[in-house]
């Protein structure tokens, strides 16, 4: 990931566990991130965010993540503190990289995690980077993480357990192995690829480039947009 390293002094990798996809609405119940500087991992942090009183988890949800309701009042922290030790992970970096798997997914629910504690602030500091639209251009439909995980024979490094720290941390191995397969990481940032036909899902980040990319291998998202001269979804 030289090429990363060239431009970030930290990458910090993370992940949410949410009640449901809409990012006004629903809630995050897991927020884990994995903070990496020169290549070797120096901090994480991982933890479980009670709901209001009243509500309750969704059961698809406990099936997908096998956090429960009982799980969350007994090991969880307020979403104020778990809100402050995300952003800790940003402090003293000069130039951070925030990335995740599903970045806009993501990077939309971390906007409203931080923001009622007037913390969204620490998000225009760093810039982006998608894994997802990494993976899309380097092989075909399907693109969970589990298929990432698969293509790049990874199963015995990491799982897609649909818990917060352990994806950010296959999310890393992911990365690795595609730079290593061929770095151009450095390319993507702040460029997101998006549904050809339903486009950018959720509200839209100032600082990034929106591009329709196809579900099928081509060429590299970012020599379509330059190709296209920038323009954006």
Not at 73 to 91: D, P, R, S, T, V
Not at 95 to 120: E, I, S, T
Request: hydrophobic share 40%.
């Amino acid at each position: 990931m030289q090429s990363l390293w060239k431009r970030f002094d930290r990458i910090i990798v993370f992940d949410t566990e949410t009640t449901g996809i809409e990012p006004r609405q629903e809630r995050i119940i897991e927020i884990g991130a994995v903070a990496l500087e020169a290549g070797a991992e120096t901090g994480c942090f991982n933890c479980l965010v009670p709901l209001p009183e009243g509500k309750t988890l969704p059961p698809f949800i406990v099936q997908l993540t096998g956090i429960t309701d009982a799980q969350l009042a007994a090991e969880g922290i307020g979403q104020e503190e778990a809100a402050k030790k995300f952003c800790a992970l940003l402090e003293g970096a000069e130039k951070p990289l925030l990335v995740a798997y599903n970045a806009q997914f993501d990077l939309n629910f971390l906007f409203y995690f931080l923001n009622p504690y007037g913390l969204a602030g620490a998000l225009r500091k760093p810039r982006f980077l998608d894994a997802l639209t990494v993976y899309r251009d380097r092989r075909d439909y399907p693109h969970k993480l589990c298929d990432a995980i698969a293509a790049y024979h990874l199963e015995d490094e990491a799982v897609n357990s649909h818990r917060a720290v352990d994806d950010a941390r296959a999310t890393v191995r992911l990365l690795e192995s595609m730079a290593a397969e061929r770095d151009d990481l450095d390319r993507y940032i702040d460029l997101f690829g998006v549904h050809p036909k339903y486009g950018v899902s959720g509200r839209k980040i100032a600082s990034i480039t929106y591009h329709a990319q196809p579900y099928q291998r081509g060429a590299p998202l970012y020599e379509r947009v330059s190709r296209q001269g920038g323009a954006a979804t």
